[in-house]
């Protein structure tokens, strides 16, 4: 193998990496961080698109409130948070 061959397969590696592998990295820590910072009163939408209030955290569940009814949850399943209580 020459040079221009290395340097052709680094510079995709290089170019993989900057397009698709760091933006993801970077999205994983923003969910990460919002759902270690949820608390009771937020307004949050799950993964599955249920809208509902925040009412209280566990280490690893939470429940919601929504339309009158109170729905156990893993924190995990938090896509967003709609408004900060």
Known sequence: MNYTTILSLVLMFAVFYFLLIRP???QQKAVRQMQSSLQKGDKIVTIGGLHGILESIDEDKIVIKADG????FDRRAIREVVEKA
């Open 24 to 26: 993801q990295q970077k």
């Open 69 to 72: 009814s109170r729905l156990t």
